[in-house]
């Protein structure tokens, strides 16, 4: 071996670096040149008995020779492998796959569903009923008597003296009720209709959620307790709340139920209106005169009743800040709703 | 309600700062909605003094103004005509927000003149209408004084959004009650002592209720000799800070003494009022009356008016008319101060769609007992602002007392109720002072409690004990975080709705949600008789749907106009008939409910395979729809027919959906007609079906049925039939003749063209034999093949092709 025959050693690795096109050819280089027992590592070996005074010089060269081989090999590799990814056959793997399209839920509904999965884990069935109601279902049987202002709380839509698009979805508490003893424990889910302006804040019909829960022994302590525990689940468990007397005609005592502003976690925002707080359901013990509507005995039972609005809160949740934008059901709203 | 908070401290002590007073009024459900600070609105709003007025040189209706706000002098272009030297205004500095308007005062140059700051009118400020001169203060005004404290002092208004049940709070005195009752402080009535003169009021008028049911007290009073004119300032001050608009110095009485006391008055000119006499009756059925708004009213026989010896003069509790009304010229007032009975109010009002300060209060219930001392406190204030002079006595007809009402009370149900125990200390003293009386009874714990007139709401045990843990405190009562329930007996298996919405979500469509309340020309495409809203807010929401159709294309039309055109939707949704239809339930009336299902298909099969890229939608698409979704909730056994209905004309050549005989749904490509009247060019696809027929059929109990032990055989053969001969005739006839090894029989190619002759086409079939026994051999999978291909041939005359 001499200082010639490494260079034209060199000169072939370069060679044949040009005819290996697939993997396979590549290994067979390697396993010619580059292992243990291969053509570089053997030429080492003549460095031992190569004279003293050319050593420098053919050691310089060796160490060139293997530089260059494990260079070529490492260029050919990574070829390779591009070739590999982009190209197979002529196809272009980077193209994107066949893709089907991605479905939604309408984001009423993944709020409605996420509400929904809290109390069935607390217990409660889900119950429905009509929406086009009477004035028994929907206002007398819950304490609403007939020449009551609380009736103006509700802007209604008739269909004739008697019949009309219920407003809220209380009308189901009744037929629960007239359907089937104590104990109860059930949510309503459902749409309302109010005769409202329509506007961004407000639309001629929404969602509710009702709740009803009745037992022996079913106090607002265990009311302000499940509320709590939904608003936590539903809203984080950092959010604060707070109870505040109200009125409603089928609930006493009733209140409402203000959570602390998610968005600006009650530092007070445009969407808390700078309060730090939001009005999130309407509650109370179930009234002892819809007990009486509906036969039970307001001596041997007690209740309570919840109600939020479905759509208002999809829309803070959301951050959608027009809520008629819910009911234009543009795809493109849509599809960030996966 | 509106209530001023310098107002409230006349009735009750308060050290507390205004907003501690707000929170805590929100606190025992007296929401304050907004609070208004004078000292907010006009914060940059001083007393000035014009020092001097020259005329502007470039304009001849302007003035340049020297304005001092105590300590500095500014430039002001001023356009009033009205401003002279010497006077004291109100001054804008540069900065500060014009309340009228919102409007930012700015340092401006006024055709070549630098004014800087404003001198306001009253309607720049908020506290009248007049924007043509400024507004000039009284020469005690020192310059350099903020004007809310000068003009308002310091005033702050409170927005309470007052519920229903508690009409003693559309008063200052009332809401005065619950901070006293808050407080444990007093409560301040105003003394009225009236002095009074001449004849007995009772010789002049006499007072007639027909109706004591309508009115159960009506009480009048008469105050001569007076001459009408503004009010006072701080009159005037006090009605503009809740937002009401000073007129006369009678008018102002009766509104100041309504915001006082919650007791609606009428001032009548006793010299119009015929016959010295008041009536109160009901109205002739078509009676008519002219209103202070100067509009005729219609009434019926449920309206009460209130009449001299002649005439109606005012609509009882709702509004006063034009031909009594206090004018320049009265001298004479007769006050009236009644107890109109809130079914009545409410009726009249609601019959003239007029909502007024006074219907709205008597409507949820004035105090009974205070009628006349109201009446006392409206012609005190007179006097004392006037100097008339009262006529001795009053006439009060009262003909059936209002008996207070008397609640039994038992005590342990506040433990039952709000799951807190409440000492019965604690429990009296609130109801005290609330102003319920509360005694005790022979039994332990049982209480007799009197309740105020002027709470008419309340009058049961439950009632008092909201009162007791409103002033109590909701924060008080534990958060009980655990619950003994038991097991529901009833069905809660996941809605069929929810399997339905999942289906559609893995199969890539959009949930969409419609209004229910369509234009009439929606439902005429369906043939259903359609459910119409009496009171609709606008012609586009006049009927219930019939169909989610409409309302589904109205969405396409939307996206379509945004460019959005790859459409896959689906909703679930109620529709409503004046007929029964198929899964609909009748709860009311010959209202009929059901819930039903769309689907749209529009535009590209999948715009995200860009293989299928530009393959339309078509007909297929949606019937495979159709029959996956059908099949998915195990309805194998329905039929696809061809459906012609002339009322029905959303769709051309529909497909019905029908089990057992029975029309459940349908589907086809979205009528041209249709498709014009909702301006959509593209086609659509669409489908309808009830959601009962899914839920009815929903299999909830899976079985087993064991998979084949031996291999199935395939065979794909193709006859040439006639045009005429469907599909479906042909799959039946396999079927019928491959007995009883056929297993599955599928199409897979339609072929039309010159080999076979027009008029006819090669329809090719994929056919699976089985047997459950055995290994199928070769001679009896050609018997079975041969036993089909003869059948096809006699009964369909079809030709296997080679």
């Known amino acids: 071996m001499n200082l010639k025959s490494v260079y034209e050693t060199i000169e072939t690795l370069k060679a044949e670096i040009q005819t290996v096109s697939t993997k396979e050819d590549l290994e067979q280089f390697r396993l010619k040149y580059l292992v243990r027992k291969g053509i570089v590592q053997q030429m080492f070996e003549g460095l031992k008995t190569a004279a003293p005074e050319e050593r420098p010089l053919l050691g310089k060269a060796l160490n060139e020779l293997r530089q260059t081989a494990q260079r070529l090999f490492d260029e050919k590799k990574s070829q390779l492998e591009q070739v590999q990814t982009a190209s197979k056959g002529g196809i272009d793997l980077t193209i994107p796959g066949r893709r089907r399209p991605i479905g939604t839920k309408h984001p009423i509904t993944q709020a409605l569903d996420d509400m929904t999965d809290i109390f069935k884990a607390m217990g409660f069935a889900v119950a429905l009923g009509p929406e086009i109601e009477d004035d028994f279902h929907n206002f007398e049987a819950l304490n609403f008597p007939p020449d009551h202002p609380a009736r103006d709380m509700q802007d209604t839509f008739f269909l004739d003296e008697t019949a009309l698009l219920r407003t809220h979805t209380s009308p189901v508490q009744i037929r629960v009720m007239m359907n089937q003893k104590p104990p109860i424990r059930h949510i309503m889910p459902g749409r309302v209709y109010r005769n409202e302006a329509i506007s961004a804040r407000s639309y001629c019909m929404f969602h509710q959620l009702e709740g009803l829960a009745v037992d022996e022994n079913i106090t607002f302590a265990e009311l302000k307790g499940t509320l709590a525990t939904f608003a936590k689940k539903f809203f984080g468990s950092n959010v604060r709340y707070v109870f505040r007397p109200s009125f409603f005609p089928f609930t006493e005592p009733s209140a409402e139920m203000d959570i602390s502003c998610f968005l600006c976690n009650g530092k007070g925002c445009r969407v808390c209106k700078q309060s730090g707080w939001l009005e999130i359901l309407g509650c109370g013990m179930v009234d002892p005169n819809v007990f009486k509507a509906v036969g039970y005995d307001p001596e041997e039972v007690t209740g309570y009743a919840f109600g939020m609005g479905i759509d208002r809160t999809a829309l803070l949740l959301y951050g959608i800040d027009d809520i008629r934008m819910l009911y234009e059901n543009d795809t493109r709203l849509l599809n960030q709703f996966t | ?802």
């Open chain 2, 1 to 802: 309600m509106n209530i001023s908070f310098n107002w409230l401290q006349d009735y009750v002590k308060i050290q507390e700062s205004y907003y501690e007073i707000a929170d805590r009024l929100t606190m025992i459900g007296l929401e304050v909605e907004s609070v208004r600070s004078t000292k907010e609105i006009y914060k940059d709003f001083v007393v000035g003094k014009v020092c001097d007025v020259r005329q502007h040189p470039n304009a001849d209706r302007l003035t340049v103004c020297e304005v001092s706000d105590g300590k500095t002098k500014h430039t002001v272009v001023c356009g009033a005509r009205n401003v002279a030297a010497g006077q004291k205004i109100v001054f804008a500095r540069v900065g500060s927000v014009v309340p009228s308007n919102g409007m930012k005062v700015r340092a401006v140059e006024i055709r070549g003149q630098l004014s800087s700051g404003m001198i306001c009118s009253e309607y720049e400020l908020d506290i009248g209408d007049d924007h043509e001169g400024i507004f000039v203060l009284s020469d005690d005004a020192k310059p350099g004084d903020l004007f809310s404290q000068y003009y308002w002092d310091d005033d702050v208004v409170f927005e309470i959004g007052i519920t229903p049940n508690r009409p003693d709070c559309l008063s200052h005195i009332g809401v005065a009650r619950d901070i006293a009752a808050i407080y444990k402080r007093q409560l301040r009535i105003p003394e009225i002592p009236v002095k009074e003169s001449g004849k007995s009021v009772k010789s002049l008028l006499s007072i007639d209720i027909k109706d004591a049911d309508h009115c159960p007290r009506y009480v009048g009073r008469i105050i001569d000799g007076i001459k009408i004119g503004p009010s006072p300032d701080w009159m005037q001050r006090r009605l503009k800070m809740i937002g009401i608009r000073p007129i006369n110095i009678v008018v102002d009485v009766t509104n100041y003494v309504m915001m006082e006391y919650g007791q609606p008055l009428h001032a009548f000119d006793f010299n119009l009022i015929d016959g010295n006499k008041i009536i109160v009756r009901l109205a002739n059925d078509g009676e008519t009356f002219v209103t202070l708004d100067e509009k005729e009213r219609k009434l019926t026989n449920n309206n009460l008016l209130i009449c001299d010896a002649k005439r109606p003069v005012a609509i009882a509790g709702v509004m006063g008319g034009l031909n009594s009304e206090i004018n320049n010229g009265t001298t004479s007032v007769l006050i009236e101060s009644a107890y109109f009975a809130p079914f009545s109010v409410r009726r009249t009002s609601r019959h003239l769609g007029l909502v007024s300060e006074s219907s709205y209060r008597f409507e949820r219930g004035v105090d009974p007992l205070q009628t006349a001392d109201v009446a006392d406190r409206a012609v005190r204030l007179m006097q004392q602002l006037t100097g008339g002079n009262v006529y001795r006595g009053r006439v009060d007809i009262y003909p059936n007392k209002i008996k207070p009402v008397r609640v039994s009370f038992r005590s342990n149900q506040v433990e039952r109720v709000l799951g807190i125990s409440i000492s019965a200390v604690t429990v009296k003293g609130i109801l005290k002072r609330l102003g319920v009386e509360v005694k005790e009874t022979q039994k332990r714990n049982e209480w007799r409690c009197v309740i105020p007139a002027y709470r008419p709401d309340l009058e049961r045990e439950i009632d008092l004990i909201e009162e007791v843990v409103r002033i109590y405190g909701y924060d008080k009562i534990p958060v009980q975080e655990r619950a003994s329930i038991r097991f529901i007996e009833d069905d809660v298996r996941p809605g069929i709705q929810d399997r339905i919405r999942e289906w559609f979500v893995g199969a890539g469509f959009n949930e969409i949600v419609c209004n229910s309340m369509v234009p009439g020309n929606c439902n005429a495409f369906t043939g259903r008789t359609a459910v119409q809203v009496n009171n609709p807010q606008n012609q586009d929401m006049t009927d219930l749907r019939t169909s989610l159709i409409p309302g589904m294309l109205n969405v396409v039309r939307h996206n379509l106009n945004r460019g959005n055109e790859n459409l896959r939707l689906y909703e679930i949704g109620h529709i409503f008939s004046r007929d029964a239809f198929h899964g609909s339930t009748n709860y009311i009336n010959d209202y009929h409910e059901g819930e039903s299902l769309g689907i749209i298909l529009t535009g590209s099969r999948n715009p995200d395979d860009w293989s299928l890229k530009d393959a339309e939608f078509d007909f297929f698409d949606l019937k495979g729809e159709v029959e996956s979704l059908l099949g998915k909730f195990s309805l194998d056994n329905i039929e696809y027919n061809i459906y012609h209905s002339t009322s029905n004309t959303l769709i051309d050549d529909t497909i019905g959906i029908e089990y057992q005989g029975v029309l459940r749904g349908y589907f086809g490509k979205a009528s041209n007609d249709v498709l014009k009247s909702f301006d959509i060019e593209n086609k659509v696809y669409v489908a309808e079906m009830d959601v009962a027929l899914l839920r009815e059929f929903f299999r909830v109990e899976k079985k087993y049925n064991e998979v084949p032990k031996y291999p199935p055989v395939h065979r794909d053969l193709a006859f040439i039939l006639d045009e005429a001969v469907s599909y479906r005739n042909l799959e039946r006839i396999i079927r019928e003749n491959g007995r009883p090894l056929i297993q599955k029989v599928s199409f897979f190619d339609v072929y039309r063209g010159e080999k076979i002759g027009s008029g006819k086409k090669s329809v090719a079939v994929a056919l699976e034999l089985l047997s459950n026994e055995k290994t199928l051999t070769q001679p009896e999978i050609d018997n079975t093949v041969a036993q089909i291909v003869r059948a096809v041939e006699q009964n369909l005359g079809g030709v296997l092709r080679s």
